[in-house]
């Protein structure tokens, strides 16, 4: 029996860059998941008897709001539903699941890199028929609609078995539980060079991926321990955990620092890595050598060409507006394009769908490829295990002969975490205002040579994105990039992008830090960081 149950809009459900974020506490709120979901539903059309795509990250309140979500699309006219058994299923794994089974789309539950717990975040976000993030114009009128709405409908039963592996039914609606690794793992088993994996490792290559007790766990065990013969151990932390073992789930050096130690001792493994919270980001550390995601981006486009998957070569490159330049330089040698599109991976989906992009990355530990349309952790890692195998070099080696060749991007980001909006919305109008006076002007890091606010023409469908971070650029190539972010549940965060580039004739070995370091200074000078915000310094260094 179909419900129809009468409700107030909520006022703070519009979707940032990846979905609707909250504390667990918000989305607890009596009807607050069900308006969403129903908003989203009520966005779309032409989706009866089709089929959806319904996983997430296992992390706390996932199983509930899958219920929900089962029956409000069971009331809705949906056909079927495919689920990840037990509700798990990671980002790029939900993806290729929406793309390979035709689905309509499907409801990714993650808040991606952020804590899990009661106290902690949840999120949901609706992924398109290519896979992908949904587009603005379909999160606008998602927003849109969580303004107006008046009702939802759900069927009034009880709750299914999403635990165990079949076929059930649902007022009418087929709900297929379904093993959430075995096709992706297929998927990556045909993109990469498994076999010269396999011998690499079997001849004493050593690796160790850290899963951060979330959804990459099964993933890793599956791919790494079983398909390529690492040893049982070489995962760590790999059973999903709805708080993430009181971890928080983002690969960056203070969060896996348990693994970047361990790669930086003497007994370290040739190879270590992580993965975040849904899936889809990454962290590639050697042997006594951290690679940052800028870098690593820029080199698995340099060398995709060695993974079976790409051995035709690639289309061109997007990164977003923060990354670092390094990829640039790398497409310029192979003579293909480079596009830079605003964060969001959203952004990518169309490039990807033209065939006009291969490879993909943002600075924040995101890099994927057009085999679905969103970022992939695992899918990097396999990649850099795939260059390994092939060049028969350390990653250090890697890094260094890149560097010779192309050049170096010193570059970090600093974040400043939880700021009042209020705050945070002075700072960037305090910059936007100062952006035509900037131009000639000498600070720490040098004089200024231009100054703007980030917009982004799309090449595939003419749209325009405005406002999208704003750019510092000096005389000598170094930039300075200032941007809100929008996955974050409380306050606002800063973030901070610092970039100096040496060509391949000048220093290549200095400390990141001491070569930042006077740009770092004209970073908090220009936007007054300390006077808007109260800090004195950055919540997290990547």
């Known amino acids: 029996m179909i419900q129809i149950v009468a409700i107030k809009p909520f006022n703070d459900q519009k979707p940032g ?18 308006n969403f979901v129903q908003s989203v539903f009520d966005s779309l059309s032409g989706f009866e008897g089709q089929t959806l795509v319904v996983g997430g990250d296992g992390r706390y309140f996932n199983r509930e709001v899958i219920q929900v979500v089962l029956k409000m699309a069971a009331a809705n006219g949906f056909g079927r539903v495919l689920v990840g058994q037990g509700g798990i299923l990671s980002t790029p794994a939900a993806s290729h699941l929406i793309r390979s089974s035709g689905a309509f789309g499907g409801l990714v539950l993650s808040a991606s890199h952020n804590p899990g717990g009661p106290d902690e975040d949840f999120g949901i976000k609706y992924n398109v028929g290519n896979g992908g993030p949904a587009p603005e114009k379909v999160t606008d009128a998602i927003h849109a609609r969580t303004l107006s709405i ?107 620092k348990e693994l970047y130690d361990r790669m930086m001792g003497d007994a370290a493994p040739d190879f270590g890595a992580a993965s975040d919270g849904d899936g889809d980001r990454n962290l590639i550390i050697g042997r006594n050598c951290y690679v940052t995601p800028s870098d690593s981006l820029a080199v698995l486009a340099a060398n995709a060409h060695l993974a079976p998957g790409y051995a035709k070569g690639l289309t061109g490159i997007a990164r977003s507006m923060p990354t670092s330049g390094a990829a640039d330089r790398v497409a310029e040698k192979l003579g293909i394009p480079l596009y830079e599109t605003p964060t969001g991976w959203k952004f990518f989906g169309n490039l990807l769908d033209a065939g006009m992009a291969t490879i993909c990355g943002e600075e924040s530990a995101g890099t994927g490829s057009d085999h679905v349309r969103e970022k992939d952790g695992i899918w990097a890692v396999l990649l850099w295990l795939n260059i390994l195998a092939s060049r028969r070099q350390s990653v250090a080696e ?145």
């Open 17 to 34: 860059t990846s979905g609707l974020r909250k504390k667990v506490r918000v989305f607890q709120q009596p009807h607050y998941a069900a």
């Open 150 to 256: 008046d009702s939802y409908r759900i069927v009034d039963a009880g709750d299914i078995d999403i635990d165990t592996l079949g076929t059930r039914e649902l007022a009418g609606m087929t709900v297929e539980i379904v093993d959430p690794v075995a096709a992706y793992a297929d998927l990556m088993e045909q993109l990469f060079d498994f076999p010269a994996i396999r011998e690499m490792i079997a001849e004493g290559f050593t690796l160790s991926f850290d899963a951060m007790s979330a959804v990459t766990g099964p993933y890793a065990k599956e791919i790494f321990e079983r398909r390529l013969g690492a040893q049982s151990g070489t995962v760590r932390n790999g059973t999903p955990l709805p708080d993430f073992g009181h971890h928080h789930p983002d690969p960056n050096l203070v969060h896996a």
């Open 398 to 542: 890697i890094m260094q002969t890149h560097w010779a060749t192309y050049g170096r991007n010193y570059y970090a980001r600093h974040d400043y975490e939880a700021i009042a909006k209020d705050r945070a919305d002075a700072l960037m109008a305090a910059l936007r205002d100062r952006l035509t006076a900037l131009p000639g002007t000498a600070n720490s890091g040098g004089t200024v040579q231009s100054a703007d606010d980030f917009a982004y023409s799309d090449p595939t469908d003419q749209s325009v994105s405005r406002n999208q971070g704003i750019r510092i650029l000096f005389e000598d190539g170094s930039r300075v990039v200032f941007r809100l972010s929008g996955t974050g549940t409380e306050g606002a965060t800063l973030r901070v992008y610092i970039e100096r580039y040496v060509d391949r004739h000048g220093k290549l070995d200095m400390e990141t830090e001491d070569a930042l370091a006077p740009l770092v200074r004209a970073a908090r000078e220009i936007a007054d960081i300390t006077g808007f915000t109260g800090m004195e310094q950055p919540s997290v260094i990547t």
